[in-house]
Each structure stands twice: as structure tokens, then as C-alpha cells.
């Protein structure tokens, strides 16, 4: 039991009031920081992290979407510390290394070699940068310099460095700096929860695709690549759309001589049930990013995978042909390591096939426990579940993570979207936690929505 006392130095206020001072938190609004403290994190085991007075919270968003086979996993603890007994990075630049060749080569393999290079990076934005400058670039060294402009989808995200915002359309993230961005085309998001009285999400799929189709026949000429998140646009609230989608801008793309950039950032590493999810289209892009998951969860890795032609288009003696993008941690070799013990993980704990049985108790319970309540849309792909609040009140999502928290649950809803993306370690007794944690948390939410409307009707 917790053996700290407020003011102890160990104290979780204490840490909190320390925060406050110096720690700058990303996505917050500082002002808020009263009302909600931040947890502090002592440690963590499976899908477990522990606060420092030893209360534990569940890790229901896997820690903005990056944890993938629980925290402080022996294996990837006992590759971490092999790794830094030989050296933890050295600059990828005139020096390679077997962690950053390893986990290329594996990548590769895991595409059939349709993508055989791997550049790396960090964070998932430098990963986008990075693959917004390459097909310029590439078009470039083919003589189509005029190729230089992006189309993106509406609801995107794809991070949030100036390049990255330019194609993301999330207004909380992206209005502020609008007059620094460059314009992107919009088209329309495929969102399956569009559809119109007699459609399915493949014909949402399908009118979505005819509007690229109209953007491209004019502008081809001028447009360098589109960029999309297959499957899953995560940060606008857990969207989800038919591959067919995927195969019909593949198709487009190829028509219409431009690139296919897939930000796999959030939705790779198994997260959508396989482990790219354009392999549930059957296709491959030019340009395929990968972040968050790939290491684990442990350490800021960031990569751009690309077909063999692209790059043999950049090997040249001319060095303006070149591609002199630079990270000083690129290739990282502790990151790397991480990646390639997690790829193991995937094989030796044969997370993909143990996760459909996972995601179908999740399914089920949440369904059955969701009859009558007053949501819409509970929708799943792989790993990632989530629905819609109705008439989710003010200050919903805030309101949401206190009352989670209340029931042992790390949970950060998205506007009045609650999803649920656990860590692949979780076991049949803590889906069940979890979803029954989300339900409890739902109805204390929604019981507080009745009081201040009838405080509101009161006063009026
Ligand atoms: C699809 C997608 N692309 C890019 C990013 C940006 O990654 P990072 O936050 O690591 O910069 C994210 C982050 O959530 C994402 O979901």
C-alpha cells in the first residue's frame, strides 16, 4: 500500500506540483493542469503502470498508441540492456551497424521486398518530412520538378512539424499555424460513418475515390503525392474506412503518375490485425512510414520504407540528386534493437493471430455492455476499438479521463470518441477489467451530464 504521504518528497503531489513548474506537457492545456495533475509514473509491468503511491492504472491507449507488447517486457529489457553493453549510437552516416541493418532487412522481408529501403529517423513527424521531401524529390531527379504539390484527406493527421501539419486537417492542432503552412489539397475522408441511407463503407469508399479521381485527372501535372492512413484515421477519432479505398487511390496513383505515401504511423505493427495494414488491400505504396509501435513502445524511432526504383533514382555522382536529409539519433542502435526484439515478439508469441481472439472478447463484452447506452457507431479494426458519445456535455474527454482514472483506467478520449487501444499483453481477465472499467466510467460521466442539465434547467 501506498507508504508516501502528500508531502513527501515520493508524494504524487509533489511530483505533480514539480511538473507544474518546469515540465512543459505536450497537448495540454496548461491551464488545465490544476484541474487534471498529471499521473506520475513510478513504474510499469504488462499492461499495468503504477503512480508513486503504488495505485495502478491500466494502459487502455498504450500510451498514445506506441506500447505494443506491455511495459518493461523481459525480453525487450534483456535486448535493451545487451545492447547498450556494446554502444547505445554512433551517426549512421559513414558508419552502419547490425541493430539498423537487421531491422531493414526485416522490414523488406515483411513486404515481399516491394519496399527495400528503409530511411530512418525519430518521431513519427520527422518520418513524414521525410517522405513528403523524397517524392519531391524523386520527381525531381525524373525531370518533374513542376510535381510538387500534396493531396491529403480531410480528418487526417500525420504530426504536427510544419511539413507534417501542412497535410493534417485536425483543426485543434492545425488552425494557430495555418497562415505558416503550406496548401495541401483536401479531399473527401472515406470515413465509413458517412454513409449515406443505403450505402456501405465500400461505397463510401468509392464516392471518396471518384473526388481524388476528379482532383488528380486535372492536377496530376502539378501533384506529387497522396498521403493517407490507411484503414484508420486515428487522431480525428478512431475513423475507419474500407480497403477498398486503398486499392482504389493505389490504382489512381499509378494512373495518373503520382506517389502513394502511407502513414502506417499509427495503424502498423499489427495494430489494424495485420501487420502493415495495406496488406489488407493487397497493395504496396511508394512511400510507407512507420513510428510509434515498431520499437516497442521503448524509444523514439521513426522510419521511411521506399521501393528499390525510387532510391536507385537518387544514387548519383550529381550531389543536388542526393538525399542529404540528416537526424543526428538516425538509425539510433538501441531503437533499432528494440524494433528487432519486438519483430520477434510478433513470431514468438504469435501476436497476430492471439490478437483476433483478444479482439473479439473486447468486441462482444463492449457490445453486449453497450446495449441501450447512449452512443453510436462502436466500430472495430484489429486492436483498435471505439465509439461515439451522444450529447457527450461539456468538457467531455476531460471529464472522461478523471472518472477512468477513478476505475484504475488510463483513457484520453478524443472529443466525444472513447476508444480502446490496450497493449497486445493483455489477458482475458483484463479485457474484461477494461471493458467493464469503460463501462462504469460512462455511466458516472453520463449521470453528471443529468445533473448539470438539471442544475441548468434549475437555474433557468
Ligand atoms: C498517423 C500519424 N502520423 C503521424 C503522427 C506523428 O507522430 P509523432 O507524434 O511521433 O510525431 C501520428 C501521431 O499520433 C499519427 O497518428
Same mark, same amino acid.
Given at each position: 500500500?501506498p507508504?508516501?504521504?502528500?508531502?513527501?518528497p515520493?508524494?504524487?503531489?509533489?511530483?505533480? !506540483?514539480?511538473?507544474?513548474?518546469?515540465v512543459?506537457?505536450?497537448?495540454?492545456?496548461? +491551464?488545465r493542469?490544476e484541474?487534471?495533475?498529471?499521473?506520475p +509514473?513510478?513504474?510499469?509491468?504488462?499492461?499495468?503502470?503504477?503512480? !508513486?503511491?503504488?495505485? #495502478?492504472?491500466?494502459?487502455?491507449?498504450?500510451?498514445?498508441?506506441?506500447?505494443?507488447?506491455g511495459?518493461?517486457?523481459?525480453?525487450?529489457?534483456?535486448?535493451l540492456k545487451?545492447?547498450l553493453?556494446r554502444?547505445?549510437h554512433?551517426m549512421?552516416a559513414?558508419?552502419t551497424?547490425?541493430?539498423?541493418?537487421?531491422?531493414?532487412e526485416?522490414?523488406?522481408?515483411?513486404?515481399?521486398h516491394a519496399?527495400g529501403?528503409?530511411?530512418?529517423a525519430?518521431?513519427?513527424?520527422s518520418?513524414?518530412? +521525410?517522405a513528403?521531401k523524397?517524392?519531391?524529390?524523386?520527381w525531381?531527379n525524373?525531370?518533374r520538378g513542376?510535381k510538387?504539390?500534396?493531396?491529403a484527406?480531410?480528418?487526417?493527421?500525420?504530426g504536427?512539424?510544419?511539413g507534417?501539419?501542412h497535410?493534417t486537417?485536425?483543426?485543434?492542432?492545425?488552425?494557430a499555424?495555418?497562415?505558416?503552412?503550406?496548401?495541401?489539397?483536401?479531399v473527401? =475522408?472515406p470515413?465509413?460513418?458517412n454513409a449515406r441511407t443505403?450505402?456501405?463503407?465500400a461505397?463510401?469508399?468509392?464516392r471518396?475515390?471518384?473526388?481524388l479521381?476528379?482532383?488528380?485527372a486535372?492536377?496530376?501535372?502539378?501533384?506529387a503525392?497522396?498521403?493517407?492512413?490507411?484503414?484508420?484515421?486515428?487522431a480525428?477519432?478512431?475513423?475507419?474506412?474500407d $480497403?477498398?479505398?486503398?486499392r482504389l487511390?493505389?490504382?489512381?496513383?499509378d494512373r495518373h %503518375?503520382?506517389?502513394?505515401?502511407?502513414?502506417e504511423?499509427?495503424?502498423g505493427?499489427g495494430?489494424?490485425?495485420s501487420f502493415?495494414?495495406?496488406?489488407?488491400?493487397?497493395?504496396?505504396?511508394?512511400?510507407?512510414?512507420?513510428?510509434?509501435?515498431i =520499437?516497442?513502445?521503448?524509444? $523514439?524511432l521513426?522510419?521511411?520504407?521506399?521501393?528499390? %526504383? +525510387?532510391?536507385?533514382?537518387?544514387?548519383?555522382?550529381d550531389?543536388?540528386?542526393?538525399?542529404?536529409? =540528416?537526424?543526428?539519433y538516425?538509425?539510433?542502435?538501441?531503437a533499432?534493437?528494440?524494433?528487432v526484439?519486438?519483430?520477434?515478439l510478433?513470431d514468438?508469441?504469435?501476436?497476430?493471430q492471439?490478437?483476433?481472439?483478444?479482439?473479439?472478447?473486447?468486441?462482444?463484452?463492449?457490445?453486449?455492455?453497450?446495449?441501450?447506452q447512449?452512443?453510436?457507431?462502436?466500430?472495430q479494426?484489429g486492436?483498435i476499438?471505439?465509439f461515439?458519445?451522444r450529447e $457527450?456535455?461539456? #468538457?467531455?474527454?476531460?471529464?472522461f479521463?478523471l472518472?477512468?482514472?477513478a476505475?484504475?483506467?488510463?483513457?484520453?478520449?478524443?472529443?466525444?470518441?472513447v476508444?480502446?487501444?490496450?497493449?497486445?499483453?493483455?489477458?482475458?481477465?483484463?479485457?474484461?477489467?477494461l471493458v467493464?472499467?469503460?463501462l462504469?466510467?460512462?455511466?458516472?460521466?453520463?449521470?453528471?451530464? !443529468?445533473?448539470?442539465?438539471?442544475r441548468?434547467?434549475?437555474l433557468?
Amino acid at each position: 500500500m501506498p507508504s508516501t504521504t502528500a508531502s513527501s518528497p515520493e508524494s504524487n503531489a509533489c511530483w505533480q !506540483q514539480r511538473s507544474r513548474r518546469n515540465v512543459w506537457h505536450p497537448c495540454t492545456q496548461s +491551464i488545465r493542469l490544476e484541474a487534471v495533475p498529471p499521473l506520475p +509514473i513510478a513504474r510499469g509491468e504488462g499492461v499495468w503502470l503504477f503512480d !508513486q503511491e503504488g495505485r #495502478r492504472y491500466m494502459d487502455a491507449t498504450s500510451s498514445w498508441w506506441v506500447n505494443l507488447f506491455g511495459h518493461a517486457h523481459p525480453a525487450l529489457n534483456a535486448a535493451l540492456k545487451n545492447q547498450l553493453d556494446r554502444f547505445s549510437h554512433v551517426m549512421l552516416a559513414g558508419c552502419t551497424h547490425a541493430p539498423a541493418v537487421e531491422l531493414a532487412e526485416r522490414l523488406s522481408l515483411l513486404t515481399g521486398h516491394a519496399l527495400g529501403h528503409c530511411f530512418y529517423a525519430s518521431d513519427g513527424a520527422s518520418a513524414v518530412e +521525410i517522405a513528403l521531401k523524397m517524392s519531391f524529390h524523386a520527381w525531381r531527379n525524373a525531370g518533374r520538378g513542376g510535381k510538387r504539390r500534396f493531396v491529403a484527406l480531410k480528418q487526417g493527421y500525420h504530426g504536427e512539424t510544419l511539413g507534417a501539419l501542412h497535410v493534417t486537417d485536425v483543426p485543434v492542432f492545425r488552425d494557430a499555424y495555418a497562415p505558416l503552412l503550406a496548401n495541401a489539397h483536401l479531399v473527401a =475522408s472515406p470515413d465509413a460513418r458517412n454513409a449515406r441511407t443505403g450505402e456501405d463503407a465500400a461505397a463510401v469508399a468509392r464516392r471518396a475515390a471518384a473526388e481524388l479521381e476528379t482532383l488528380l485527372a486535372g492536377q496530376h501535372d502539378t501533384i506529387a503525392a497522396v498521403i493517407v492512413e490507411p484503414l484508420v484515421q486515428c487522431a480525428t477519432g478512431m475513423a475507419m474506412h474500407d $480497403p477498398e479505398y486503398l486499392r482504389l487511390v493505389r490504382a489512381l496513383c499509378d494512373r495518373h %503518375a503520382v506517389h502513394l505515401i502511407a502513414d502506417e504511423i499509427a495503424v502498423g505493427c499489427g495494430r489494424t490485425g495485420s501487420f502493415f495494414a495495406c496488406e489488407q488491400a493487397g497493395i504496396w505504396p511508394d512511400f510507407l512510414c512507420l513510428s510509434k509501435g515498431i =520499437s516497442g513502445g521503448y524509444l $523514439p524511432l521513426a522510419l521511411v520504407m521506399t521501393r528499390d %526504383a +525510387i532510391y536507385e533514382g537518387f544514387v548519383d555522382d550529381d550531389v543536388a540528386r542526393s538525399f542529404l536529409h =540528416s537526424h543526428s539519433y538516425t538509425g539510433n542502435a538501441l531503437a533499432c534493437r528494440a524494433a528487432v526484439a519486438t519483430l520477434d515478439l510478433f513470431d514468438s508469441e504469435d501476436a497476430l493471430q492471439r490478437n483476433r481472439g483478444r479482439a473479439a472478447r473486447l468486441l462482444q463484452r463492449l457490445r453486449e455492455g453497450l446495449e441501450g447506452q447512449p452512443v453510436d457507431h462502436l466500430r472495430q479494426q484489429g486492436m483498435i476499438t471505439a465509439f461515439d458519445v451522444r450529447e $457527450p456535455g461539456t #468538457r467531455f474527454a476531460e471529464r472522461f479521463h478523471l472518472a477512468a482514472r477513478a476505475q484504475g483506467l488510463l483513457m484520453r478520449p478524443i472529443g466525444n470518441t472513447v476508444y480502446l487501444m490496450p497493449p497486445y499483453a493483455i489477458g482475458d481477465g483484463e479485457i474484461d477489467q477494461l471493458v467493464d472499467g469503460t463501462l462504469a466510467t460512462l455511466k458516472a460521466v453520463m449521470a453528471t451530464n !443529468q445533473e448539470e442539465g438539471a442544475r441548468d434547467v434549475a437555474l433557468a
